[in-house]
DNA sequence: TGTACATCAGTGAACGCGCGTTCACTGATGTAC
DNA sequence: TGTACATCAGTGAACGCGCGTTCACTGATGTAC
């Protein structure tokens, strides 16, 4: 069968997003090609007419996850201010929701581990996609934060995805939602002392004592 | 052969060990039974004298894994207070060491995210790990600690575990160096602000600046 | 417009390999006498 | 103390299965004339 135009840059992207879903569900190493094809409605056969092997095509649905994110993120946090975009982050990002349905949801946490074994190719997009979603949370409407920003998204984020990696760890019972809960928490107050800092002037930190 | 006494005893433990190295450091799927056993100097076959199936063998590394985590934090704090505590465990936490040699690191960090792939067992082991992790971290020298307290270790807790993954997916270049960066200031700053409300209210701890 | 041919996404059997697991066997040491 | 037997941790060949990959083939549609 010969297929209209561009039919196979539609099932190239459809098996990429069925994919990126899977694997941020099952782990790198959990999906199958056979499985991945079979859920997109293809044989496997058909697979290497799409992606030289197994490996490419783990690269690309990871680099497309992450894409994903970064839109879903730019989305959320449009133009607010840092301390609100995080808020409006947090919600999101530390709700039920989010730890029980990994396949759609942050890339780092559910992959970022696994990319850390894999090549230097899928850390290298880890490495350039977690630089932008720095310079998108920390960054002032579209101008790159300075390294005292950086170093506060970055902390954010770190934040946002060790309390998910531990929510989701501990299941989904009580604890699990004390993680989340103590992950909103923390998101809060570190709003709060952003803004406390920017009211009480362009300087100094703490009274007295806040030895840095 | 026969061996004395306790020779199976210290072989099973050495099986476990050595898994609970590999498996930090090639993921729950990365560990063969074949080359685990060659690394302990036997041979495939034997393994089944010691486990039922590899998923036990999992369940006990990781198990054992996170219970050396527990035993290196509680050595690190010692009976310090909590900023201090946080302090101590952030410095060794996000040092380079520890994000290049995860074999010997922390198990959440390592094998967080598989464990919310891996059967209720492991999600189990877990949960109580890390609740106890919590407890030692934020508790008042053997007392259990107060609600708010259990809150900030937690978010504590999440940020270093947070800040590891991320820093470990960037690889180990200038970025992840200013990954680990991000998350010791944020761990300071952190301390910082536990210590300015102490001491606004009851008193004081560290002289000027000191800090420790 | 109609016909012959070329293309190539997709099919499904087959291959090779690795891995978890099984099993008959070994042989050094503990135990019974 | 010495001897015969029992035990069982460990050996290594073998099995079965799943998975990534290959390959000859299909047949609907695009293209050439």
Redesign the interface.
């Known amino acids: 069968m010969r297929y209209s135009k561009d039919h196979k840059a539609e099932t190239h992207a459809r098996i990429v997003q069925n994919a990126s879903v899977q694997l941020r569900?099952?782990?790198a190493?959990?999906v199958g090609v056979a499985d991945l094809m079979k859920d997109v409605g293809l044989t496997h056969g058909g697979f290497y007419a799409h992606f030289d092997s197994r490996d490419h095509l783990v690269n690309e649905a990871i680099a497309s996850a992450l894409d994903q994110n970064a839109v879903q993120w730019g989305e959320l946090m449009g133009d607010k201010p840092f301390e609100q975009r995080l808020k409006a982050l947090a919600d999101i990002y530390l709700s039920a929701g989010h730890r029980d349905h990994?396949g759609k949801g942050c890339t780092?946490?559910?992959?970022?581990?696994?990319?850390?074994?894999e090549g230097?190719k899928t850390?290298?997009v880890?490495?350039n996609k977690?630089?932008g979603m720095v310079n998108l949370l920390g960054g002032g409407n579209g101008k790159p934060p300075s390294t005292k920003t950086?170093?506060?998204a970055?902390?954010a984020?770190?934040?946002?995805?060790?309390?998910l990696?531990?929510a989701?760890?501990?299941?989904n019972?009580a604890?699990s939602d004390?993680?989340l809960?103590?992950?909103k928490?923390?998101a809060r107050?570190r709003s709060d002392?952003v803004i406390t800092k920017r009211k009480s002037a362009p300087h100094a930190?703490?009274?007295k004592?806040?030895?840095?």
Chains 1, 2 share one sequence.
């Open positions: 569900e099952k782990g190493r959990g990994p780092f946490a559910a992959l970022g581990a696994d990319a850390s074994r230097p850390r290298r880890f490495h977690l630089d950086r170093q506060q970055i902390s984020i770190a934040t946002l995805v060790g309390t990696v531990l989701r760890a501990a299941g019972g604890f004390e993680i809960q103590a992950g928490s923390a107050e002392t930190r703490a009274p004592r806040g030895a840095r």
